[in-house]
């Protein structure tokens, strides 16, 4: 496994629409104006510098329309054969299952941690979290898909995994209370949140400071990428590395993995 670090995505300081600010005039004291001054140089040399940790997380979203209408409509069916997905999520030849071990072992997840595995479906990776964090953590798996809950929570307990907590989420939402989880894990479930902007803000906030998320998804490199990946992810890494950042999330580090050709494994975290 290598480390390569990435700096954050570039991003747009918020501001009035152009044409907005000369047809403004404002009375200001000169002492004002030099404090103004002092804060916008500061607010200029902090986005040229990188200092980013300092930009203020944005604010809750307005109602978002779906970025991908009808991308979860399988899981969603209440006939959902869980089987059929254990076979399909849990083969060897799927390469994020097969790296699965290697991949929690990068993470370094902290034993007595709180971990939410974001769209966990069948528990690929749950039983992992669970052992890495101990009985003194915390795993929350998390699913819009009833079927899959009911799975995991059977799966955890056939396991022994009395630290697993399986749990419904809303399209636009993990559900979880504020300052309550240390990590979230999205594995192959980025580029099926319909509400990306929505479901990011909540696990914002329910993230405690320093929070990170670890994402894992498909390369989607138009003509190199397989048809059905072009068609499936909306997204290029680039693009979900802007997203996160508009959303309030520093990229820390994108991981590397001799084993995974596909799929790239990107470090945020929550500022
Ligand atoms: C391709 S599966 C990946 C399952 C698992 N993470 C893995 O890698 O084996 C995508 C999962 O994301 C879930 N999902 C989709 N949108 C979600 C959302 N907004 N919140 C939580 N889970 C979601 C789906 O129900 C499905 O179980």
New binding site residues.
Partial sequence: MNVKFAPPASFALPGPAAGCVDSVVMKVPPARRAAIGLAGLALVACSTLGCSSTRPAPPAPPEEASVKPG??DN??DPELDVDKFVER??GESRE??ANRAAIVEAIGVRPGSTVA??????G??TGLFAEAVGLDGTVYA????PN?VEHLERRATEEGHLNVVAQL????S?DLPPNSIDLAF????YH????PRS?MHSLHEALREGGEVVI?DFERIPGVSREWVLGHVRAGKQEVFAELDSYGFDLVEELEFDGLQENWVGRFRKR
């Fill in positions: 991308i979860n899981f969603l999520f849990e994020v299952f595995d974001v769209g966990a479906g069948t690929a990776y998390l699913d819009i898909a899959f989420c809303s399209e636009r993990v999205i594995c192959d479930v099926h949140f319909e509400f479901t894992v």
